[in-house]
């Protein structure tokens, strides 16, 4: 089983519309999370840490559940500058740790 | 300005040859990583180093060869060995913490001629 598995995608959605990536991970002693975004050719970067009470960056709002092993993200009224690959990320916790990348979910918000 | 900076951005490697890509960093991290990204897959981790003058293998280091003699810099070395090098390798840095997270260079693309 992979460390971290997300939804296929991709998605295409218009703009405005709400869109929700989804993850699981298979490690419980995990203990931090993130999400990347990933533009075409371009490294990742950071977009948002998650956290246990679930937190919102403006548009974005990423939520845990430990219970579940699972992690979402929901982005709402999607911007055409939204399109490019999400990626699930999860850290085991440890100091200067590794992270375990999902394979991303594409995203595509069309005109 | 600071960051991460790798070179070159594209490499070509001629079959039987050693290629060295850089990775240079001056945000004062003590760890940093080297991935490779193949199409359509997640991130594997090559070769990482917590401190200088000491690095471990990742999960795919066959094929690969680090050092890390300055806290500023961790080059990537893809040996004849590595028999299908052509990918994009993204080195990333960490700073101290436990939820510190990574932070990545433009990475390189390496293509076998």
């Known amino acids: 089983r992979k460390e971290v598995e997300q939804d296929p995608g991709p998605f295409n959605v218009p703009e405005g519309a709400t869109v929700a990536f989804n993850c699981t991970y298979s490690?419980?002693?995990?203990?931090?999370f993130f999400w990347y975004r990933q533009d075409c050719r371009k490294e990742p970067k950071l977009l948002m840490s998650?956290?246990?009470s679930g937190n919102e960056d403006g548009r974005f709002t990423a939520q845990l559940n430990r219970a579940s092993q699972y992690i979402s993200l929901l982005i709402r009224d999607s911007k055409l500058s939204d399109s490019a690959t999400y990626l699930c990320?999860?850290?085991?916790?440890?100091?200067?740790?590794?992270?375990?990348f999902g394979r991303g979910t594409q995203l595509t918000v069309w005109p | 300005d600071g960051g991460i900076t790798q070179s070159p951005k594209y490499l070509f490697r001629k079959e039987g040859q050693n290629v060295t890509l850089s990775c240079e960093q001056n945000?004062?991290?003590?760890?940093m990583y080297w991935y490779r990204q193949d199409p359509g897959q997640g991130l594997r981790l090559i070769y990482y180093?917590?401190?200088?003058?000491?690095?471990q293998k990742g999960d795919i280091a066959e094929g690969y060869s680090v050092s890390r003699e300055k806290k500023e810099s961790f080059p990537l070395t893809v040996t004849s060995a590595q028999k299908n090098p052509t990918a994009f390798y993204l080195c990333?840095?960490?700073?101290?913490?436990?939820?510190?997270?990574?932070?990545f260079g433009p990475g390189t693309r390496l293509l076998v001629l």
């Open positions: 990320v999860v850290n085991r916790g440890s100091t200067l740790g590794r992270l375990y």
């Open positions: 990333a840095t960490e700073g101290a913490g436990a939820r510190e997270t990574q932070y």
């Open positions: 490690n419980s002693a995990s203990q931090s």
């Open positions: 945000l004062n991290h003590d760890a």
């Open positions: 180093s917590q401190i200088v003058n000491d690095f």
């Open positions: 998650v956290y246990s």
